[in-house]
């Protein structure tokens, strides 16, 4: 397997990659908050002066720092962090506590810069789910370029960089108020021609290798522990989203912060025989939940500052306006950037989620129409459409998310449509999770039992047991709860023993019962931490009965993706292969590095402001061990319970390694292209 050991060299080349024009701590003479200020288009640098225009406010910073040092202490993961087991000691090694420490004590020029360290040092993690965001930068505006990128295994077996063959049918569509600036920006009998770009073959960029600018990404992207995947996110791929079929333009064509001015490609077009070089600016594109400002002063108050939401708020307090009830919206800023399909308020609260953050919002750029599938199945819905291959016998479960709406409408959904595919003559099943950054996981418990049916590995339990973190504050909360029954007579709280199960029996916890105390303690990579016992999801019995009998052979399923399957997606994949002896496909990715099947397992994922809810409804705020409220519009993601593998059950499934069956090069003719890839999939491993 290919490693890229993260060092300080390494780091400047890849910004040096990155990045072109002025520095992040380029100043502007006038108010550069007020020049962008009711514009949805403008250039990367003229945003950037914004940005490095704001000062470090020494008490904001050590807010931030704090909050995030006390909310760490609820993440499973921080010591297995600091030095990975392999596969992946080369990617996660990470001392969070000492960067933490360094940050707080090193001098900034802007707040911008302070936030794109801490930004990247929790990206160090590769964990999607323990990820720092702040909504005054991240994804505020977006940089796009209009041609993403795919990386395409030619007939003679060698594999190059192109631009994407839809590339400029996706561009025209989403940016069509700003496709002339490039057009007008391409050199000499080019100017006008960016159609003529689809499909060429790009020999360098920036005046190296494509090689060198994927690695690049792959150091700061963040997200996966993989380096297959950390490669495969610079390029441009599809996912089925809750209204239709979406595109993802892929790192390198779409950039969370304003780094990147232009881009400089020696490009080879279909039907030329000399190469050419063209530069193509970005362009920042003002994001949706952007609020309007007129200067400086007013872009700070607007966007940066803590909203409704930010923090948590004390379940009992009926002088709060923010108190929760089971119709109130869920205002929280994480819902932006998690990487999964909106959730209905009161299955936010009900069901137990497990999905990825991701700085970078998930859009509706759509999938051309020429690459999306023909007419679904009865029973499509959301996030699952049903489709039935040329064979005849090859059902299709193209599964965006594993959350959507309604639970119940969604368990329903799943049932309903993939027994269509069987009444229709279905023998055999492809689950494309492409993109999937998870949801609701006892939902991936419940697929994972419809199909199968009940079994050893499907009941009780379809899923990985798990355990939670034993931390000092953590076992105060469950104190608090077990002493007063008015702090949570809804049962609503994460540390309500009520909530969860022994995995033995899958029986939940007496209501007295204190499941911290006594904790189970273990020394990770030299440091000593605690644990809960171990836990069941509980997911089962479901309250909708599923078959009394499989759907399909597990045999005979295949489950897809460009291994950005995170969370409960990889609940779901890892059970079903390693389980049930399910096939698994990477689509694309580099030779010669090991491609698996997904990443960022987890076993239960949250964020500072439920985390912070717990403190205040135990009434524990004023402990010392107690996290501040975020002063600033910012979000923490832990991984709030650890999964435990299967082919070793003493150790976390995350750090467990899971190889792809097949690794599906890319080729021009089904790249981006649902149908193709799945009748292609079908012929290799089924039919």
Known sequence: MAKIRLTTSLILAALATLCSGESPSARATSDPCAAIAGKKWVAPKDVRACFTSLKVDPDVKANIVEVVNKTLAFHTSVNYELLAPQPFTADVHENLLADLARISHQQYNSDFDLHVDLSRTLKRLD????????????????????????????????????????????????????????????????????????????????????????????????????????????????????SGWNYIMGNFAQQSLPLTDSATLTILRIGQRRPETITLPYRSRIGSTAVPWTDSASFLQNNCVAIDGTNGVNLNDPSNPLRRREDDPVVNPATTFRQQAPVSPADARKHAMNAILDTTPLLDVALPPTL??????????????????????TGVLALGSFSDSSFDKFEQTLLTGLQNLKAGGATQLIVDVTNNGGGFICIAHWLHRIIVGPKPTSAPQAGLNTTARAAPLAQLIVKSILSNPKIDPNDNLLYNPIN???????????????????????????????????????CQPFDMNPPDEALFDPHKVVIVSNGRCASSCSLFSITMAKEEGAKTVVLGGRKGVEQRYCGTVGGQSTDFSTIDTEVKTALLKNSSLAPPDFKTNSVQGITWRLGFGIDDPTQPEEWQDHPADLNLPLTADIVNNPTAIWTEVAKRLLN
Do not use: M
């Not at 033995?504 to 644990?531: M, Q, S, Y």
């Open 127 to 242: 964990d999607g789910h323990c990820v720092y965001i702040n909504s005054c930068f991240d994804s505020l505006f977006l940089s796009f370029l209009p041609i993403p990128v795919v990386l395409l295994t030619e007939n003679d077996g060698t594999q190059n960089v192109r631009i994407a063959p839809e590339a400029f049918n996706v561009s025209s569509v989403e940016f069509a108020d700003e496709i002339q600036v490039w057009q007008d920006a391409l050199p000499g009998a080019l100017k006008g021609q960016l159609a003529s770009l689809s499909g060429a073959k790009v020999l360098s960029i920036n005046g190296a290798t494509p090689n060198v600018a994927i690695d690049a990404n792959a150091l700061i992207t963040g997200s996966f522990q993989p380096l297959g995947t950390r490669q495969n996110s610079f390029f441009s791929s599809y996912q089925r989203g809750a």
């Open 500 to 538: 969860w199960a022994f995995p033995e029996n899958n029986t939940f916890f007496p209501a007295d019962f204190d499941w911290l105390d006594p904790a189970v303690h273990k020394v990770i990579n030299g440091r000593p931490d605690a644990f809960s016992l171990t836990l069941s999801d509980g």
């Open 372 to 393: 999306v599938p023909g007419a679904p199945v009865a029973g499509s819905s959301g996030v699952s459409e049903f489709h039935i291959l040329a064979d005849k016998k």
